[in-house]
């Protein structure tokens, strides 16, 4: 006799149904997490950006700096963390950072992360800046290194 | 994928750092910039280095002045164990405090034991040290003052002078010396000590003014004015009414 025919039905119907419920939880499963990535994603887009790509200035007598970035976000009333791709902008020259605080009110910017400032035949790579007094001066900080061509 | 970015953008960055261009100029500092842009100049503060095509130095702290952008550099001034080597002028200095203007190309060095050596003349001095690269012209002041080249010393609170390319060398074709004290010049094998003395390498004369004293083999001849023809090595010397020149001569036997 083939060994097939002594298995027990009720063995066979419930590994099927074993096997059905364990599909169907996969599947369950699958569409909660996919849910809650939604959500997330949505959640994040909402709370961690105040402003999308904000644009600010600095500006003195003599020159204007334009500032962009992908987001902004309040600190306080005056104060705007400035995150991801945040880029200054003057005739004179051009910085590009990450992570920036704006002050609106001192119309000062600083950053604690790895920055690129170029001009006419400059670049300066740095730890972080501080523009001041309205644009004039810029501090880099830490490591710094200037190539001038 | 993010890992293999990340890489590749660390090596470019690095490759960067290390390998400096021809014509590029290369600045380091430990301790920032910071960048006036109106008053148009910047600080480069804690071990700075900068290395150029024409030059290296190492110091403490520095300060660049600039033209139109920061590339533009007129002036360079340096403070704290400022160490100078010019393959373009041939020189090489230490010193407290460290300038140069880029447009005149005078150089100066300041504080106690500057030293600013070429490949013929060596200068030294507690005070400053003053070279213009385009007239030749050099002045020393200060305590320890110190000139020596192949066949001359110098020693005195002041001295001023002209350089001029002779070929690859450089001569020195007018000499003024001054000190309170007493001045040494020291030329071949004679020792002249005198409160002023000059040279002009026109007419190849040392001219000695107060407290002269010339020693040669031997011969020690005091006065109040003396000259010393290099040409010949021949020397006079005169004295005032009331005094009178002196002369000793010492048996070395």
Known sequence: MNFFLHINKKIIFFFGLIIVFSFLILVFSKQINIKNIDLKVSKKILSDADIAEPKFAISNDSRKIHITAKEGNFLTENEILLNKNVKFKSNDFSIETEKVIFDRNKQTAESKTKSLFKSKNTTIFSDGFNIYDNGNKIMFYGNSLIVLK | ?253
């Open chain 2, 1 to 253: 994928m993010r890992l293999i970015l990340s890489i590749t953008i660390i090596i470019l960055f690095s490759f960067k750092i290390i390998g400096r261009e021809i014509g590029e100029t290369e600045i380091t500092t430990e301790d920032g910039i910071e960048v006036f842009q109106d008053e148009k100049y910047y600080l480069l503060k804690k071990n700075v280095k900068i290395l150029s095509d024409n030059f290296k130095l190492n110091a403490k702290d520095v300060k660049i002045d600039f033209d139109k952008s920061l590339y533009d550099i007129t002036e360079i001034n340096a403070k704290g164990e400022v160490n100078f080597v010019s393959s373009k002028f041939g020189l090489n200095s230490k010193s407290d405090f460290f300038k140069f203007e880029v447009i005149t190309e005078k150089l100066r060095v300041d504080g106690k034991n500057s030293e600013l050596i070429t490949k013929d003349i060596e200068m030294y001095s507690d005070g400053f040290i003053e070279v213009n690269n385009l007239n030749g012209d050099f002045k020393l002041e200060g305590m320890n003052s110190k000139l020596i080249n192949e066949s001359i010393l110098i020693k005195a609170e002041k001295i001023d002078g002209v350089f001029s390319d002779n070929g690859d060398q450089k001569e020195i074709t007018f000499l003024n010396v001054i000190d309170k004290k007493i001045s040494y010049v020291k030329n071949n094998n004679t020792e002249m000590y005198a409160k002023k003395i000059n040279f002009d390498n026109k007419i190849s004369i040392i001219e000695l003014i107060d407290d002269v004293i010339i020693i040669r083999n031997g011969e020690k001849i005091t006065g109040d004015y003396g000259t010393l023809d290099t040409k010949n090595n021949s020397y006079k010397i005169k004295s005032h009414k009331n005094t009178k020149v002196k002369a000793v001569i010492q048996n070395n036997e």
